[in-house]
């Protein structure tokens, strides 16, 4: 259960704070885009620790203190492992949370998430001393309201969901047109009462018609012939692909809200109109005829 209100669409930060400034600090630009964030038509703005080196909280937080958290807004982070050494323990979990409310503003957080927990064995984030313990305490204490784990990887997401330990998932770039091999994933968590965060619904930058890459690695020919494929169903239905994409993840009534990121202010008036277009019932039976994407992922 997540705790607290969502929007269909929340709003991804892991553009903001870059490029640093020559000062290490957000680029003069990552202001307007946050006080966007803040006070756009979206509930949730979800960042992280590692987000460009800490300067998407740094750039968030400015904008807390400058507007204050406006009301039905909500921030959400999450912990990683020490950047230098992998580390991600009990301490580094602790550590992980000081850092991100002292850049944030914040004594408190509706939600904290395990984030990417790739440097360390399921059997050790359980461990006496290990990041689950650090995460609980934080719950315990009324220091995170509920905690979340947040990753890719199917398998390794099922053993953290499977161990009740948490309140909410977060998947990115297995639930969308072309991978959804999350499905299950997001029905067990719901099965366990759950709440369900979905993000990168345009699976990086092929969907919405930026890159030729899907899941950080570049799509092969006959991934990138699927999706003219797709581009030309939709466009026989008046529907641009990327509208198509987001509506994908928006239809599922197991997913409470869609994250997309944002590195520019006028991509948040683009969201929202994507997210108000009327999409024919028609279409999605004609994309599911396609068949099943060549998709990059291998997990």
Not at 24 to 31: D, K, L
Not at 35 to 42: D, E, F, H, N, V
Not at 124 to 150: D, M, N, S, T, Y
Not at 177 to 183: C, Q
Request: with cysteine.
């Amino acid at each position: 259960m997540i705790g607290f209100p969502v929007s269909p669409v929340s709003l991804g930060t892991s553009w903001l704070g870059n490029p640093a400034a020559p000062d290490g600090s957000p680029a003069p630009e990552s202001a307007a885009l946050a006080r966007a964030l803040l006070t756009g038509p979206s509930a949730v703005i979800d960042t992280s620790n590692n987000y460009a080196g800490g300067r998407s909280e740094t750039a968030l937080g400015r904008a807390v203190r400058e507007l204050g958290l406006p009301a039905g807004k909500t921030v959400v982070t999450k912990v990683d492992a020490d950047p230098v050494t992998g580390r991600f323990d009990r301490d580094r979990v602790w550590r992980s949370f000081e850092e991100s409310t002292a850049r944030l503003g914040l004594d408190r957080l509706p939600l904290l998430h395990l984030h990417d927990p790739y440097t360390i064995t399921v059997e050790e984030a359980f461990a006496p001393g290990g990041a689950v313990q650090g995460l609980r305490e934080l719950k315990e204490q009324g220091l995170a309201g509920a905690i979340g784990v947040a990753a890719g990887e199917i398998g390794l997401m099922t053993r953290y969901v499977t161990s009740g330990a948490f309140d909410v998932l977060l998947t990115h770039n297995r639930y969308t047109l072309v991978d959804r091999r999350a499905e299950p994933l997001i029905a067990e968590a719901v099965s366990r009462g759950m709440g369900v965060f979905n993000a990168a619904p345009f699976g990086g930058g092929l969907l919405a018609g930026r890159d030729t890459r899907y899941a950080y690695r570049e799509a092969s020919p006959e991934l990138l012939a699927w999706v003219e494929r797709a581009r030309e169903t939709c466009a026989r239905f008046g529907v641009a692909l990327p509208t198509a994409a987001l509506h994908f993840s928006l239809r599922n009534p197991h997913v409470d809200s869609t994250i997309v990121g944002v590195s520019r202010v006028a991509r948040i008036a683009d969201l929202e109109a994507m997210r108000t277009a009327e999409i024919p019932d028609a279409l999605w039976p004609e994309l599911d005829a396609l068949g099943t994407a060549p998709s990059t992922i291998e997990d």
